[in-house]
């Protein structure tokens, strides 16, 4: 395991290396540079051409982008993510403001997905080709259809819009304008009276994947012969879904957990904009809107690690949930 942790390791620095030189590559030759976005955004702010030349100087946009490149990673292995051009603070403080909203509304969207997701597969193992499965297959179907933001539009069409001024109205963001004045419970309701409708968005499409991925797997499981085997000596339905068939179906499952670990601090670009909220990926929109280069490259530096830890603790649960499983 050890050697095997080692490999992976240094493949996962070589990877994170291309990824970051072909993001870098790429945004340097984007349209517009921070300076011209910032001008075109505020017109007020334009410079005159030699401050625009010591600005540029200042930002390292003289350089050619692949010595600009160097010059970044060089402060990246001595620990300094660098300061966002447009908000002139450290970016490791930029993005720590907004990790805390995105780990609320994904962790929680992941968390009641799996929740919910896990007993309705298990369900529709149980309850293969009745009516009541049918159905609930086919409206987990029909909302896995909706995209996330028509529906995110048509909620604040009717929370926002419809409900004005009375006790159910919903406002785009994450707090009231009050929000300090109220109490340390107030302040919980008023968050997660906020988070209600980006959490139904950002749940509901994912039930219909993740169960029947639970079934299919399930219905693999439940044709072999131990399974068989168990129901000739009497297991009782729960024993055989639950205890049998379920924990055989675990090595897919943490796979796909695995792969689901960088959506938790990703976040959903356009439900946030959506909802105003204040999260990563509302940060990195706008990063990109600004060409704020040291925030897009530490938030894609951020997501791709994260990427590459989901995949190697995918690869860890494999042994825990099945013993057979060895690394050389």
């Not at 007020?44 to 540029?56: I, T, V, Y």
């Not at 959506?274 to 040291?294: A, E, H, K, N």
Request: charge should be positive; hydrophobic fraction near 45%.
């Amino acid at each position: 395991m050890l050697n095997y942790l080692v490999q992976r390791s240094l493949l996962g620095v070589f990877t994170l290396f291309l990824v970051t030189v072909i993001v870098y590559a790429l945004i340097r030759n984007m349209p517009g540079t921070p300076l011209t976005m910032t001008e075109n955004m505020d017109p007020s702010k334009k410079l005159s051409a030699e401050d625009r030349k010591l600005a540029e100087a200042a930002y390292g946009l003289d350089k050619p982008w692949y010595e600009a490149y160097f010059y970044w990673l060089g402060k990246l292995v001595r620990g300094d993510l660098g300061n966002s051009f447009r908000e002139r603070r450290p970016v490791s403080t930029v993005i720590g403001q907004v990790i805390g909203p995105t780990l609320l509304l994904s962790g929680l969207s992941l968390l009641l997905t799996y929740l919910i997701s896990v007993p309705l597969g298990l369900y529709a193992t149980v309850r293969a080709n009745h009516v009541d499965e049918r159905a609930s297959s086919s409206l987990l179907y029909a909302l896995h259809s909706l995209p996330t933001y028509v529906t995110a539009l048509q909620l604040l069409q009717i929370f926002y819009l419809r409900l004005r001024d009375t006790p159910w109205q919903l406002k785009p963001g994450m707090r009231s304008d009050n929000f300090d004045d109220l109490s340390t419970v107030g302040q919980v309701q008023d968050i997660s009276w906020h988070l209600l409708l980006p959490l139904i968005c950002m749940t509901y499409g994912s039930l219909a994947y993740f169960s029947r991925f639970v079934k299919a797997n399930m219905e693999e499981a439940i044709r072999q012969d131990y399974i068989r085997t168990a129901r000739a000596k009497g297991v009782g339905t729960y024993g055989i879904i639950v205890k049998h068939a379920f924990r055989n179906t675990l090595i897919p499952f943490v796979t796909l957990l695995g792969l689901t670990l960088p959506s938790v601090l990703s976040g959903a670009i356009i439900l946030e904009q959506i909802f105003s909220w204040p999260g990563m990926g509302t940060l990195f929109f706008v990063s990109l809107t600004y060409r704020d280069y040291p925030v897009i490259m530490a938030l894609t530096l951020m997501f791709s690690i994260l990427t590459l830890l989901g995949q190697l603790l995918a690869d860890f649960l494999y042994a825990v949930v099945d013993p057979r499983v060895t690394y050389n």
